[in-house]
């Protein structure tokens, strides 16, 4: 049995929301369930959660419109299902602030395992080597889960975080893609790589990173990424 959390699912099909919602319940979980965008971003706003459910084809207003309306005001999981199973379709859920994705017809208990795995992210419970980590105008502090830069906060997802503490942790270190899948989305499902760019692609925007002249985190073509700040004095 996992921990009890708190989730929203956003879901028009009856039937999907009731049994989505039943094996989340059967599994430990509180669960809010709605049928369209409007209820969705005011249940998000009335009350705090720990992980969304969100569908893309949503009435009134679209699955697109709330994972955007969601991510300005909560770092919170998102996992989108969708009938889309296109890979451009899963690596722009992604980058619109998605955690995680699943194609319709999808099996009830693979979602309520990625709804753990996301929680445990979430909970970054992995013991950090240091509480506070600092890289030049980047400091990460890995108890309070948040980093800024220059002394500014950044608004990054629980994976997004992750990523980033998986990446700072080693140094010059260089992670393929699918270590990263297996080590930050929990997944090691070689067709979920390309989320991991989208991934990397949201954090080095957020941290003003620019991919042609990085300061953290370099492209290792062919392979994957590495974290490589510059030294003192630099």
Known sequence: MSVSRRILVVEDEKVIRETVTAYLEKDGHWVTAVADGEKAIAAVRKRSFDLVVLDLMLPKVSGEEVCRAIRDISDVPIIMLTAKGDEEDRVTGLAMGADDYLVKPF??????????????????????????????????????????????????????????????????KVYTRLELVEKVLGWDFDRYERAVDSHVKNLRAKLNDDPKNPSFIYTVHGVGYRFDPPQAGE
Request: net charge positive; no cysteine; proline share 5%.
């Open 107 to 172: 099996s009830p208990r693979e979602l309520v395992a990625r709804v753990r795995a996301l929680l445990r992210r979430a909970r970054v419970s992995e013991a950090p080597q240091r509480d506070t980590m600092v890289f030049g105008s980047l400091s990460i502090d890995v108890a309070g889960h948040k980093a800024a830069i220059d002394g500014v906060d950044v608004d990054l997802t629980a994976t997004e975080f992750k990523l980033l503490i998986t990446l700072a942790r080693y140094p010059g």
